[in-house]
């Protein structure tokens, strides 16, 4: 089956940093969604992407959706505390909305 | 908008025990439906998706059920709890052109000892 790598597991970052992560596939999607996960709560969507080589701003956030549609991107850029928490990219494996979601990536900003 | 609610937040029950999560929707009408569950804070699997009322395709073999006796109401059960599904379950509401949006309930951890 479909399987999503996503890179790194954790990043620990000082403030004012930016941040990288990535997600790539054996196989194709149609829409690459990122999501923020904090303690206890369910992951808030960040990001929605739609078609290949587009690029889409949250914010301090930027994702791309890449241009093979094996892959995706979502930079943060000078990080806050509040940024702290897991970060999930999914891929759309077809019509019905079931999503294959990535490992996640834990992101920890210091002072 | 749309709102997601799930009860219970929290639930703790033994081993061989029943079990009844409730996912309940606002703000849209007949929308697609899911439930993951998040093992150890991280990794959402997918375990069904619903299309309709009386609806419900499974996506992987276990000991749980779901059902969708309402347009807006969604609920996981089982008949026997096991040790392995302890977990954090998630409820999920589908919009957009393929269901291409997906926003998610605030969640219930589940221990089972």
């Known amino acids: 089956g479909q399987q999503l790598n996503q890179s790194p597991q954790s990043m620990f970052i000082q403030e004012g940093e930016d941040v990288s992560m990535n997600c790539t596939s054996s196989?194709?999607?149609?829409?690459w969604l990122w999501y923020k996960q904090e303690p206890g709560e369910g992951p808030v969507l960040l990001i929605a992407?739609?078609?290949?080589?587009e690029l889409t701003s949250n914010g301090r956030l930027t994702a791309q959706f890449g241009i093979t549609r094996k892959d995706s991107f979502l930079n943060i850029s000078a990080s806050i505390p509040s940024d702290v928490g897991i970060y999930f990219c999914?891929?759309?494996?077809?019509?019905?909305?079931?999503?294959?979601f990535g490992a996640g990536t834990q992101v920890v900003v210091t002072p | 908008s749309q709102t997601i609610h799930q009860w219970p937040a929290t639930l703790v029950q033994p081993v061989g025990s029943p079990l009844s999560l409730e996912c309940t929707v606002e703000?849209?009408?007949?929308?697609?439906l899911y439930w993951y569950r998040q093992a150890a804070g991280r990794g959402l699997q997918l375990l069904f998706y619903?299309?309709?009322?009386?609806?419900i395709s499974s996506e992987v073999p276990q000991n749980l059920s779901a059902s969708r006796p309402q347009d807006r109401q969604f609920i996981l059960s089982s008949k026997k709890l096991l040790l392995s599904d302890s977990g954090f379950y998630l409820c999920?509401?589908?919009?957009?052109?393929?269901?291409?949006?997906?926003?998610f309930g605030p969640g219930t951890r589940l221990t089972v000892l």
């Open positions: 196989s194709i999607f149609n829409t």
């Open positions: 703000g849209t009408s007949n929308p697609n």
């Open positions: 999920a509401l589908g919009l957009g052109s393929s269901y291409n949006e997906q926003f």
């Open positions: 619903s299309v309709g009322i009386g609806q």
């Open positions: 999914a891929g759309l494996t077809d019509s019905w909305g079931k999503l294959q």
């Open positions: 992407l739609y078609k290949a080589g």
